[in-house]
DNA sequence: TATTGTTATACTCTATAACTATA
DNA sequence: TATAGTTATAGAGTATAACAATA
């Protein structure tokens, strides 16, 4: 009744998340759109509006390196700057109705790969998928916590 | 007992997947190597000595690319070329002594992190993700059929 | 001729350092 | 002074095009 871990497990589980996180890269008709800029705007789509620094935040990177990002996106149409009206040092981004667009296909297409392949698994499978992905979360928040 | 997936499924299955790569990207001490040289000398270790050709499509880069790449290993004294027997034209590469060890060394500390989440999670989870491995590899055969 | 790998060059994404405007 | 953001510049990782050596 140890907490013990078979080490072969998180290798296992790691090697499998990798592998997968990249073959739906690879598999998601993102033609067009860079990594970068597809996980930007998503950030946008799911935490609104927010300043340059929790932008930058967000997606890890640093705030010379956001402000590039934010300049592609504002001229690709995809992203507006608008001033912050609680502070006249700060910007507030957001997506323009273009962007929202975007973003919208982007996921459907992913996730229709995603599904396809779901579709084909046995059905014994697909329930312990379903089952595991509360599994999954509860695990991500475990590594979470240790990154503070 | 239709084959229809929920495409919350889908969905959640993504974003679990995507943030959990992410977190354990970020938990790796993989310092003082970066993402392109671990993976790179990760793929020496799994598939042994190969071709040029070879490490460029199972890295996913372009010759040239692959070529800078295992460049800078074979300085950093990681990798080391010589020649094919078969074809004078090719080279093989492979993990020198010292490759092995850095590799060695990096898997550990990598699953280090992720056993130490795994063991903060309640059994049931535990059970359930141990269980949820082999479907994501099915999963994941799915998907790579899908690229071809 | 076709294939294997390299060299030349350029683009994207990231960083640190120095600067501007405002708090 | 401290903070939010930008500009200047550099490094890593990738690509395409053109080339050399060998099959």
């Known amino acids: 009744m140890s907490p013990t871990i078979d080490p072969t ?3 296992a589980l790691r090697a499998a998340v990798t592998r997968l996180y990249l073959s739906l890269r690879r598999n998601s008709p993102s033609s067009e759109m860079t990594a970068a800029h597809s996980s930007a705007i998503g950030t946008l789509t799911d935490h609104g509006p927010m300043r ?5 935040e967000r997606e890890s990177i640093r705030m010379p390196s956001a402000t590039a990002l934010i300049d592609k996106l504002v001229h690709e149409g995809l992203v507006q700057r608008r001033p912050d009206p609680t502070d006249r040092r700060a910007v507030l981004i957001e997506l323009t109705p273009d962007g929202r667009r975007t973003v919208d296909e982007l996921r459907s297409r992913r996730d229709e790969v995603l599904t396809t392949a779901l579709e084909r698994l046995e059905p014994a499978e697909r329930t312990t998928l379903e089952a595991a992905v509360p599994a999954l979360t509860a695990l991500l928040k475990q590594l979470e916590n240790h990154d503070e």
């Open 9 to 11: 497990t998180a290798t």
């Open 52 to 56: 340059m620094g929790e932008f930058a």
